[in-house]
């Protein structure tokens, strides 16, 4: 089993970026599926999840409305689009097939 995180990179204030998580192992359909993150010393965090069946989504007030997640089943992959991105969304984003399975985590680090 295993969730292979990529997409994370240095951006600019503004810029948009997709992270992507791959499932192996396990049906990504089959599981609520979130994105974590976790800033310099500090805890990590839930941003947002997709939960399974009804495909309903939450998102952290700090990222509603910039960040969505979605998911391709026939790719078995999760996605987290984050737009209009700021400095204090620099942090390691984490997948997750809540709280099963954990992806190894991307950097994404937003400059002004």
């Known amino acids: 089993v295993q969730l292979q995180a990529s997409g994370g990179g240095s951006v600019q204030t503004g810029d948009s970026l997709m992270l992507a998580c791959k499932g192996s192992?396990?049906?990504?359909?089959?599981?609520?599926m979130g994105w974590f993150r976790q800033a310099p010393g500090k805890k990590r965090k839930g941003t947002t999840c997709l939960y399974k069946g009804d495909r309903a989504t939450y998102y952290s007030d700090a990222v509603k409305g910039r960040f969505t997640i979605s998911r391709d089943d026939a790719g078995n992959t999760l996605y987290l689009q984050v737009n209009g991105l700021k400095p204090e969304d620099t942090a390691v984003y984490y997948c997750?097939?809540?709280?099963?399975?954990w992806g190894q985590g991307t950097q994404l680090t937003v400059s002004s």
């Open positions: 997750t097939a809540v709280y099963l399975y």
């Open positions: 192992g396990f049906y990504v359909d089959e599981f609520t």
